[in-house]
């Protein structure tokens, strides 16, 4: 009886032990789970920045590009201003010359390449 008792103990502490092993072992399962999902999404959000990241690198070249566009198309309309000016003010003269019946001299005369 003092025996069956003793085995009766030690039964019921290997049960609590091996229910305490299940319960850490569904736990730690569980956790592993959870890893595992974590895992996939950091793998999508590498991907996705690594994504953005070469994005950005095409949108600066692109941007630096049209800078460069942007300045030429800039200094294209300056000299196409002054070259209109230019002759605007040839023009002008020219009519000058001509309402007060002014000679031209013929070597006076820009010939019209200079205004492209």
Known sequence: SQEVYSLQLVVEMRTGEVRNLREQLARATQELEQAEI?????????SR???LEEQIKIKNILEKKLS?????????????????????????????????NFDLPVNNLTPAQEYQ
């Open 38 to 46: 974590v895992k996939k999404k950091l793998g999508k959000s590498t």
């Open 49 to 51: 920045i690594e994504d």
């Open 68 to 100: 460069v566009e942007k300045c030429q198309l800039e200094m294209n309309i300056s000299n196409t201003s002054k070259t209109a000016d230019r002759m605007s003010k040839d023009v002008e003269s020219l009519q000058w010359r001509i309402r007060n």
